[in-house]
């Protein structure tokens, strides 16, 4: 048996898996072999309103994974004030120590599990967008020694643009991601498609008067079965998208959506039909 010491040294291995947007479909074989080696999955618990996340990575694993090969762990989630209220530098300052609260309870619960134990996060999307799983797991390793590995998954960004069947950038122009905060000071012509996530408020609907030809690309709830998809010139979709989006939260208690924003082709100086 190894001493308590041992194991807090023991190195830990942690997968960090991208498993698209619900769907046991979004899946890819490297995330799937990924899992079949994981012990423990470490799942935050946001509270009742987002416990139905929860269940889909659940089912997920249900469907590739031996019953009983593996177990999943709640881990409370912190404590986040409401972002809206905050200016920028408060906000980030808000991030960071919600980071760290949560890299402190993951690596509390890691250190109390045999140090052989495979831990698997399953990371909603692509861990590499706008998600926080890669910085908690590099914080945790200011506590335990950590050996990760992130596994892409299919990112709400690639999910919205295959389910409206576009190509999200001009022929040969860029494209700009960015937050639903950030939107109205960042949106230029220049910018090309502008993918806006975390979005909570619309704030596309803020462009309109400055920008009244941009045609926006909308996906709710990507990959369900509750997904929904609005496409059009802004000005005219946005009371329709407004409410479709109040709709799916009513029914569901959540909503997660992303779109796409881009001026027509005579604007942009490509060729391509995108509405
Ligand atoms: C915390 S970020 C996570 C992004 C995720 N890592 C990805 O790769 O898509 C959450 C944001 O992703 C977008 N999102 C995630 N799942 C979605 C879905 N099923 N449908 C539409 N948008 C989604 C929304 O903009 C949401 O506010």
Redesign the pocket.
């Known amino acids: 048996m190894s001493s308590p010491s041992a194991a807090m040294d023991s190195v830990r291995r942690i997968e960090i898996i991208g498993i698209g947007?619900?769907s046991p479909d979004h899946l890819t074989g490297q995330a799937v072999a990924a899992m079949r080696e994981v012990d423990v999955f470490l799942v935050a618990d946001k509270g009742e309103v987002k416990s139905e996340l929860v269940e889909l990575r659940r089912a997920v694993c249900e469907r590739y994974l031996e019953p009983g090969s593996y177990r999943f762990v709640t881990v409370a989630d912190p404590e986040r004030g409401p972002d809206a209220e905050r200016d920028r530098a408060a906000y980030r300052e808000g991030v960071d120590a919600w980071h760290a609260a949560r890299a402190k309870a993951y690596a509390d619960v890691i250190a109390a599990l045999p140090p052989e134990t495979v831990v698997g996060f399953l990371?909603?999307?692509?861990?590499a967008?706008?998600?926080s799983t890669i910085r908690i797991v590099d914080a945790v390793a200011t506590y335990l020694p950590v050996q990760r590995r992130v596994y892409a998954?299919l990112?709400?960004?690639q999910?919205?643009a295959a389910e409206h069947g576009i190509v999200l950038n001009g022929i040969g122009q860029a494209i700009h991601v960015t937050t639903g905060r950030r939107l109205a000071s960042e949106w230029r012509p220049d910018l090309g498609t502008v993918v806006v996530?975390?979005?909570g408020s619309l704030h596309c609907r803020e462009l309109m008067e400055r920008e009244p030809e941009l045609v926006i690309h909308w996906?709710?709830?990507?990959?369900?079965p509750s997904q929904q998809l609005r496409s059009g010139r802004l000005a005219d979709v946005i009371d329709e998208i407004t409410d479709v989006r109040a709709q799916v939260r009513a029914e569901h208690g959540w909503v997660?959506?992303?779109y796409a924003l881009s001026l027509p082709e005579s604007r942009d100086g490509t060729h391509q039909n995108r509405v």
């Open positions: 947007l619900g990371v909603w999307g692509d861990p967008f706008y998600d998954g990112s709400a960004v999910v919205l996530m975390l979005d996906g709710a709830n990507l990959g369900l997660m959506d992303a």
